[in-house]
């Protein structure tokens, strides 16, 4: 899983563990498992966030995990121009090579790291697709998908774009060097990320080494969500009361309680599996919006009334048009 990597860690900054006085570990409220399922022209995702109610969700509302999938020749798929108007979509590369265009000007390609940061905010059209030559070569494709809901306040704000590159993420380590943290977005013990949000909210991907612990704070003010991408290990601490660390394994989300840190371990070495050695663990949370959500396919709103005047825009074509890319599809699906 190459997204971005380290010739030594141990050179990094070191996320302090939590105050042992301070610290109110968070409980695992519970785990789900992502069901498999398609998205676009036909390639396989896990729905990460399938029967989990949206209230232990918020800001958050929709998250795939794309592949894990080995191409043939000739196979690779993406998605045609769609819209979107309400939130930003968060595409997070780890495998792969994935392009993007979309009718504000927006664009770029992403691979191992990557991510591209799209606010569809008052309405936009876009376009994801493998790149022409991994059409024909075929090749690994992973990746993740995150939308982020945004307040009634900045529903309409103007789409924009931002291309981050994984040498501009945010590495530390813990401090035995067990673990490597890096932030796309937000904040970790001061370990600040590049990602710049309307909803506030921090988005960290962790590699945890066999048997490694990783233990750091979390805002009390947010959430917190862990799917794991890949691997196995257990989420929350010993608590008083009898409260156990979890298990969990590859397509799992965990949703946690309340409190200002948070606990996710690998299990030890000849326990994971050998295509996966590492616990992969996608870390998530934000200040909640709690405000209404009308959600239809592309649209995000606050009202069903809202949601029928984005798809009346759309159809009338004030969501954006397509712009001229040589090579580009020319029809727009409905999602």
Do not use: C
Not at 143 to 166: C, E, H, M, S, T
Not at 292 to 303: H, L
Request: charged share 15%; no cysteine.
């Amino acid at each position: 899983m190459p997204a971005i990597t380290v010739d030594d860690i141990t050179v990094l900054p070191r996320i302090p563990a939590p105050d042992p006085v301070l610290a109110r570990q968070r409980p695992v409220e519970g785990v789900t498992v992502a069901p498999k399922g398609y998205e676009g022209e036909g390639f396989p995702v896990r729905r990460a966030f399938a029967g989990v109610d949206l209230a232990d969700l918020d800001p958050f509302v929709h998250l795939d995990q794309m592949g894990e999938v080995e191409y043939a020749p000739g196979e690779p798929k993406g998605t045609p121009w769609h819209p979107h108007r309400g939130f930003e979509t968060v595409t997070y590369m780890i495998d792969g090579v994935f392009e993007h265009a979309d009718s504000n000007g927006g664009g770029g390609v992403i691979t191992n790291g990557d991510t591209q940061w799209m606010t569809a905010g008052a309405g936009i059209l876009h376009i994801e697709k493998p790149p022409e030559w991994l059409v024909a070569s075929g090749g690994l494709f992973h990746g993740f998908q995150l939308w982020v809901n945004l307040p009634a306040a900045q529903k309409f704000a103007a789409p924009r774009y931002q291309d981050i590159r994984a040498s501009e993420v945010a590495l530390a380590s813990t401090p035995d060097g067990g673990a490597l943290v890096r932030v796309i977005a937000g904040d970790v013990a001061g370990m600040a990320g590049p990602g710049t949000t309307y909803t506030p909210m921090t988005l960290v991907h962790a590699t945890l080494s066999p048997g490694a612990r990783l233990s750091i704070p979390w805002r009390a003010d947010y959430n917190a969500l862990a799917y794991v991408m890949a691997g196995f290990g257990t989420v929350g601490a010993t608590l008083p009361g009898g409260s156990e660390p979890v298990p969990v394994q590859t397509g799992q989300l965990t949703v946690f309680g309340a409190g200002n840190s948070l606990t996710i371990s690998a299990l030890p070495p000849g326990r994971q599996e050998s295509r996966s050695p590492n616990l992969d663990v996608l870390i998530l949370g934000g200040r909640p919006i709690r405000e209404p959500v009308a959600w239809m396919g592309p649209f995000v709103m606050n009202t069903r009334a809202e949601v029928m005047q984005a798809m009346a825009d759309y159809q009338a074509g004030r969501l954006g048009t397509i712009p001229a890319i040589h090579g580009a599809p020319t029809t727009i699906q409905e999602r």
